[in-house]
């Protein structure tokens, strides 16, 4: 079984903090994502990454930065934490291929930003 | 770009036949159409992904008109524990091309006894 797991389900951080939301998977996935799930706004996605040092910005990826130094883990961080920041936060990996693969999703991370 | 909207909730009784609709209408030659679920405190998982007529696997149907601007997902006899929400992905990735990936805002099935 495919395994996601993140760093924290539940954070809480100060406006200007800077903040790393950890993801790693053990299947051997290239590609790996970052979204934020809002209420009644759905999932969208922040950062892509196709293979360890690549990375896309998906739709909203102003004020976030990611990092992928390894295959299996995959960064996000928030340079200067703002309120507008708290959400859910999900990962997700897929294996490559020429059409929309399954994505596996980790349980989450609950941000808030006080 | 791909926009796909859904219903924000829809209730049902067990034993029902559940029917979720999502319109696309700018979909993409490439794109794929996929369904997940999510039960609460979880990420969501995979349910079925089709791109054209009629994909069934042993939890749902997924059904796609020729025009593929909509797509609608059947859940058979639904029980309390299929009570989730259903998200419905319209986009295409491959190496080094995020692709479109929209999800839905997402369907709130509540399944009632």
């Known amino acids: 079984d495919v395994k996601v797991t993140q760093s924290s389900r539940y954070l809480v951080k100060r406006t200007g903090e800077k903040v790393f939301l950890e993801c790693v998977q053990d299947?051997?996935?290239?590609?790996m994502f970052w979204y934020r799930q809002d209420p009644g706004l759905g999932l969208r996605l922040i950062y892509f990454s196709y293979d360890v040092k690549m990375k896309e910005k998906g739709d909203i990826p102003e004020g976030y930065s990611v990092s992928r130094e390894k295959k299996e883990r995959f960064s996000l961080i928030l340079e200067s934490a703002s309120t507008n920041q708290t959400s859910m936060y999900l990962c997700a990996s897929s294996s490559s291929g020429s059409r929309t693969d399954t994505q596996y999703f980790g349980p989450g991370t609950r941000l808030t930003v006080l | 770009l791909a926009k796909t909207t859904q219903p924000i909730s829809m209730d049902s009784y067990e034993g029902q036949e559940v029917n979720i609709t999502c319109s696309h209408n700018?979909?993409?030659?490439?794109?794929?159409i996929t369904w997940y679920q999510q039960f609460p405190s979880q990420g969501p998982r995979f349910i079925i992904q089709g791109y054209k007529t009629k994909v069934t696997n042993e939890v749902a149907s997924l059904f796609i008109p020729a025009d593929r601007k909509s797509s609608t997902l059947s859940l058979p006899r639904v029980s309390l524990s299929d009570t989730a929400v259903y998200y419905c992905l319209v986009g295409f990735h491959g190496s080094s091309n995020t692709g479109k990936l929209i999800f839905g805002q997402g369907t709130t099935l509540q399944v009632k006894p």
């Open positions: 299947m051997d996935h290239e590609n």
């Open positions: 700018n979909i993409a030659t490439n794109d794929y």
